[in-house]
């Protein structure tokens, strides 16, 4: 009896579910680009180095053409990305959470590329005090008579009685470690000082903004509790107030950038004056209602909410000195 090919042998369905391609990754057949079974591509040659950083980029900011659609939308058009998602229209925008990330990341970033304070203290001789007037003696004058006085910020803890006492009330009662670091911090000069708390607030920064931002949602869903009934396309859960909070936020994080990294003058004015108009138009938009209602909720939301954000970068400037 002679052999049979293996190929003839086998039914003719077999042989076609060998000749399958088949996923590198779970085994399932996998016919197309993609795997219908976990998703991974079946090209497996290896990208080259353009492919990789686009991918990486992709996967954070969505580099394509919902990265531009977005910008447009956010910046440009108030409210209208909000709407657009509370609607289902989700395929063409970054996602709201993932661009609040993002922007709130590239806002401390570029905030990092100043070495200082963006409102530097001003230590040059000019700006410092004047010179002793004519018959003073050494004593007056300082040790050295070339010696550069204090600028005025730089005296202000040591010449407010006030500020002393409360400083005093509040190291006698803090532990010997954090007292140590509060001496040490009050022993820096005026510029060192302020380098320290600007990359404390750097530093904790980020997680403090996140922290904020479910606040700013719950504000938003109480403004509005007592006149949910009143519009009928009006948000009314609290994820979507999260979601108008995050687009207002991600808004916000781009025009602190554009502010510094605009020149002085005009322009910031524009922006300044955009921001207004901005907030009142998304507002309108996305929740409706009367315009003296939207101004009250506004009022509301704004003033607590500037009360929580003092108070949170107070307390980020107390962990820039504790951890000094």
Request: aromatic residues 10%.
């Amino acid at each position: 009896m002679s052999a049979v090919p293996l190929d003839r042998a086998m039914p003719e369905s077999s042989a076609a579910v060998a000749q399958e391609p088949h996923c590198r990754n779970c085994g399932a057949i996998a016919p197309g680009r993609y795997c219908p079974a976990c998703g991974q591509e079946t090209q497996i040659a290896l990208p080259t180095v353009r492919q990789v950083m686009r991918d990486a980029a992709g996967n954070l900011v969505a580099i394509d053409g919902r990265l531009w659609r977005t910008l447009q939308a956010l910046l440009f058009r108030p409210g209208q990305l909000t709407l657009e998602y509370l609607r289902g229209r989700r395929k063409h925008y970054v996602r709201p959470a993932r661009l609040f990330f993002v922007t709130a990341l590239l806002m401390f970033a570029v905030m990092r590329l100043f070495d200082s304070p963006p409102l530097v203290i001003d230590t040059s001789p000019t700006a410092t005090a004047p010179t002793a007037a004519p018959g003073a003696n050494d004593a007056t004058r300082g040790s050295s008579p070339n010696a550069v006085k204090p600028h005025a910020y730089t005296a202000t803890i040591q010449d407010d009685v006030d500020i002393q006492r409360g400083i005093a009330g509040v190291r006698d009662k803090l532990p010997d470690e954090l007292r140590r670091r509060l001496d040490h911090f009050l022993s820096l000069s005026a510029d060192e000082g302020a380098k320290q708390v600007y990359a404390g607030v750097l530093r904790f920064g980020p997680y403090a903004m996140v922290a904020l931002l479910p606040v700013f949602a719950f504000l938003q869903w109480l403004a509005y509790l007592p006149n949910r009934r009143a519009v009928a396309a009006q948000p009314r859960r609290y994820v979507e107030h999260l979601v108008y909070g995050a687009h207002l936020h991600a808004f916000a994080f781009l025009m602190i950038i554009a502010f510094m990294l605009a020149p002085r003058g005009l322009l910031r004015y524009a922006l300044a004056a955009w921001i207004v108009v901005y907030v009142w138009r998304a507002r309108r938009k996305v929740y409706g209602g009367s315009r003296l209602g939207s101004l009250a909720r506004a009022v509301f939301v704004a003033a607590v909410y500037v009360v929580l954000l003092g108070t949170t970068m107070m307390a980020l400037v107390a962990l820039a000195i504790a951890l000094a």
